[in-house]
């Protein structure tokens, strides 16, 4: 299985202000994961930094898929780029002042999986909330990673 990111032009994390990547490796099965990970409706209830989630005609994320969601204080308007089942999932996020690429892989392992996620950013709020925040993406991603897993 490729386990590379595949950015798409311009969000590569050479030419982005902001790059963030977090990994767990859990005993928790890839399909479980995934469920949870595409119920997009449902992350607020386990990442606290998510809200007001809402996927163009219900139900959960699939390829195409756009949604709306407020997470670390913005709105923004998403779209799923890429859709693997159980393996990867990523979406381009828009909203004032920040464009976003967010993407994760999922790997079986003997025990499990291993959850990685990374993260682009450009946009003036982004690089402002960097400098002021400078690890908060990454807690609070970690925090997301840890509740996929549990």
Not at 47 to 52: E, G, I, P, Q
Not at 114 to 132: D, F, K, M, P
Not at 141 to 149: I, T
């Given at each position: 299985?490729?386990?590379?990111?595949?950015?798409?032009?311009?969000?590569?994390?050479?030419?982005?202000?902001?790059?963030?990547?977090?990994?767990?490796?859990?005993?928790?099965?890839?399909?479980?994961?995934?469920?949870?990970?595409?119920?997009?409706?449902?992350w607020p209830t386990i990442y606290a930094n998510a809200s007001?989630?809402?996927?163009?005609?219900?139900?959960?994320?699939?390829?195409?898929?756009?949604?709306?969601?407020?997470?670390?204080?913005?709105?923004?308007?998403?779209?799923?780029?890429?859709?693997?089942?159980?393996?990867?999932?990523?979406?381009?996020?828009?909203?004032?002042?920040?464009?976003?690429?967010?993407?994760?892989?999922?790997?079986?392992?003997?025990?499990?999986?291993?959850?990685?996620?990374e993260e682009t950013q450009h946009g003036l709020v982004a690089?402002?909330?960097?400098?002021?925040?400078?690890?908060?993406?990454?807690?609070?991603?970690?925090?997301?990673?840890?509740?996929?897993?549990?």
């Amino acid at each position: 299985m490729d386990d590379a990111i595949r950015w798409p032009r311009g969000f590569e994390p050479a030419v982005s202000p902001v790059h963030v990547i977090n990994r767990i490796d859990t005993a928790t099965p890839p399909d479980i994961v995934w469920a949870r990970l595409v119920h997009a409706n449902g992350w607020p209830t386990i990442y606290a930094n998510a809200s007001h989630v809402k996927v163009e005609g219900g139900g959960d994320l699939f390829a195409g898929a756009r949604f709306t969601w407020k997470t670390f204080g913005i709105a923004l308007e998403s779209e799923v780029k890429e859709f693997v089942p159980e393996t990867r999932i990523a979406w381009l996020a828009t909203g004032i002042g920040v464009q976003a690429y967010h993407a994760w892989l999922i790997t079986p392992t003997a025990s499990g999986c291993t959850i990685l996620t990374e993260e682009t950013q450009h946009g003036l709020v982004a690089r402002s909330g960097r400098l002021i925040f400078p690890n908060r993406m990454e807690r609070w991603h970690q925090k997301w990673l840890e509740a996929l897993a549990a």
